[in-house]
C-alpha cells in the first residue's frame, strides 16, 4: 500500500501528522535530501515537501520527474508561499497542452 509523507521543518508539517501522514522533520537541504530518497525508496507515492526545502532539492527531485511516482509537490511553510507550487502547476500544465493556458504567458 502506498503512503503519503511531508518533508519540511517542524512546525511547518506536525500538523499532517494529526491526519495520518508520515512526517520527516527537517532542519536542512542534507537532512531533507536523504528524506526524500527514504520516502521515495519505500513506497511513498506522494511526497509533500515544503518550498522552503523545495526549492534546494531542485537536482534530487529532477531525478524522478519522469517517473510516475513519487509525485512530488510543494507546499507552503509556516513562512508563507514562494510561489514555487504554481509555477509547478504553470509548467505541468504548459508541458501537458503544449501551451501556457492559465496565467497566458505571463
Given at each position: 500500500m502506498y503512503k503519503i509523507?511531508?518533508?519540511?521543518?517542524?512546525?511547518?508539517?506536525?500538523?499532517?501528522?494529526?491526519?495520518?501522514?508520515t512526517v520527516f522533520p527537517?532542519?536542512?537541504?542534507?537532512?531533507?535530501?536523504?528524506?526524500?530518497?527514504?520516502?521515495?525508496?519505500?513506497?511513498?507515492?506522494?511526497?509533500?515537501?515544503?518550498?522552503?526545502?523545495y526549492k534546494d532539492l531542485t537536482l534530487?527531485?529532477?531525478?524522478?520527474?519522469?517517473?510516475?511516482?513519487?509525485?512530488?509537490i510543494p507546499v507552503p511553510s509556516k513562512d508563507g508561499s514562494l510561489g514555487i507550487g504554481m509555477e509547478s502547476v504553470r509548467k505541468s500544465v504548459e508541458r501537458a497542452v503544449g501551451a501556457d493556458i492559465l496565467f497566458g504567458g505571463e
Open positions: 509523507g511531508v518533508i519540511g521543518d517542524r512546525e511547518s508539517i506536525l500538523g499532517f501528522k494529526a491526519v495520518g501522514l527537517c532542519d536542512n537541504r542534507d537532512e531533507a535530501a536523504n528524506a526524500l530518497t527514504e520516502a521515495a525508496q519505500n513506497d511513498y507515492a506522494i511526497i509533500y515537501v515544503t518550498e522552503q526545502l534530487e527531485i529532477s531525478q524522478y520527474a519522469d517517473s510516475r511516482l513519487p509525485a512530488i
